[in-house]
């Protein structure tokens, strides 16, 4: 059984190496087509520049996971508790995560791990910080999305478009401290009937990423009252056990998945303004024509000329038309 484990794995894992292979090939491609406008280049700058950076995470073989939620759920405690140290800022102000943060997960055995904060996704007057949340998690291979209750209907809303973009997401309900057993098994129970149809039942997880101070009474011999104050510690063992068997599994396959994506939605983009330079030079060339053409046909004094040379400027406009459009066509045809 445990030689038929092995050979599974290494199956899997020279498929999950063709993939990424495939995957890096595309990219460096994408980038290096020298057939793309300048014009077109300087206009997605900022799509170029992340297949550059999802390329060297491929070289590198990195693995994002991206926390995601809103204000105040514990998204950079319940980081913070993975790490096992004071890594992401934290504060009971609103909306504390202003920029997108990464940190390496060195308690994964394998490396190369990256933990991913996000500002959160309701921060009045904070558009500009979401879409850097979106932006990330586009690019992340993971997504956990932070809860502290049952969903509202914006984070319902959140989870579909996660869902649409084929990202694996981990819903998680942290602060549990807060709740008695039975609320925490009534709250697990609505969160996976609301989000059934995004959200693997296993991937639906409990965390109390910063638990408050417990206070004890103590009682001596003497019939003494002392209190004392304890920290308990956070609890994520459930999430980074299921963290580290989706990285095991298919950790590999999510990269090289999550960069032929994104991959595929700059090719989208790139194809939309290509062919919108295209019409507007295409109008360009038609408007030189049509003026060339009045002007040719009201100056010409001879009959029937005039006509002749409307059908050459004609056959040219086609011509060139062609030559916009990267149609083949020669000068004869």
């Given at each position: 059984m445990q030689a038929d484990n092995e050979v599974t794995k290494v199956a899997t894992e020279s498929h999950a190496d063709h993939h990424l292979a495939i995957t890096r090939d595309s990219l460096t491609r994408l980038l290096e087509d020298e057939h793309i406008p300048g014009q077109v280049r300087d206009s997605l700058a900022k799509e170029y520049q992340d297949l550059q950076q999802l390329l060297d995470k491929l070289e590198n073989n990195e693995i994002h996971i991206a926390v995601m939620g809103r204000v105040s759920v514990g998204k950079s405690s319940l980081l913070n508790a993975l790490l096992g140290s004071e890594v992401?800022?934290?504060?009971?102000?609103?909306?504390?995560?202003?920029?997108?943060?990464?940190?390496?997960?060195?308690?994964?055995?394998?490396?190369?791990?990256?933990?991913?904060?996000?500002?959160?996704?309701?921060?009045?007057?904070?558009?500009?910080?979401?879409?850097?949340?979106?932006?990330?998690?586009?690019?992340?291979?993971?997504?956990?999305?932070?809860?502290?209750?049952?969903?509202?209907?914006?984070?319902?809303?959140?989870?579909?478009?996660?869902?649409?973009?084929?990202?694996?997401?981990?819903?998680v309900l942290n602060?549990?401290?807060?709740?008695?057993?039975?609320?925490q098994e009534e709250l697990v129970a609505s969160l996976n009937r609301h989000s059934k149809n995004f959200v693997l039942p296993e991937n639906?997880?409990?965390?109390?990423?910063?638990?408050?101070?417990?206070?004890?009474?103590?009682?001596?011999?003497?019939?003494?009252?002392?209190?004392?104050?304890?920290?308990?510690?956070?609890?994520?063992?459930?999430?980074?056990?299921?963290?580290?068997?989706?990285?095991?599994?298919?950790?590999?396959?999510?990269?090289?998945l999550n960069a032929s994506l994104f991959a595929s939605h700059v090719t989208d983009k790139v194809s939309a303004r290509i062919l919108a330079t295209r019409r507007e030079l295409a109008e360009q060339v038609v408007r030189y024509y049509c003026i060339a053409k009045g002007v040719s046909v009201a100056i010409n004094p001879i009959p029937l000329a005039d006509l002749v040379a409307a059908a050459a400027l004609d056959s040219a406009l086609v011509y060139h038309l062609s030559r916009v459009y990267d149609l083949p066509m020669s000068r004869r045809e």
């Open positions: 992401f800022s934290t504060s009971p102000l609103h909306g504390e995560t202003r920029e997108v943060d990464k940190s390496a997960w060195q308690s994964y055995d394998s490396g190369g791990v990256f933990l991913i904060d996000t500002p959160g996704l309701d921060e009045a007057d904070g558009e500009q910080r979401e879409q850097l949340a979106i932006e990330a998690a586009a690019q992340a291979d993971l997504i956990i999305f932070v809860v502290d209750g049952d969903l509202t209907h914006s984070e319902l809303s959140s989870l579909k478009s996660l869902h649409a973009q084929s990202s694996i997401t981990l819903l602060k549990i401290d807060r709740y008695t057993a039975v609320e639906i997880l409990t965390t109390s990423a910063a638990p408050p101070p417990q206070t004890l009474l103590q009682i001596d011999s003497a019939g003494q009252e002392t209190l004392t104050e304890r920290q308990p510690e956070p609890d994520v063992s459930a999430l980074t056990s299921r963290l580290w068997q989706i990285i095991e599994q298919e950790g590999r396959s999510l990269a090289a």
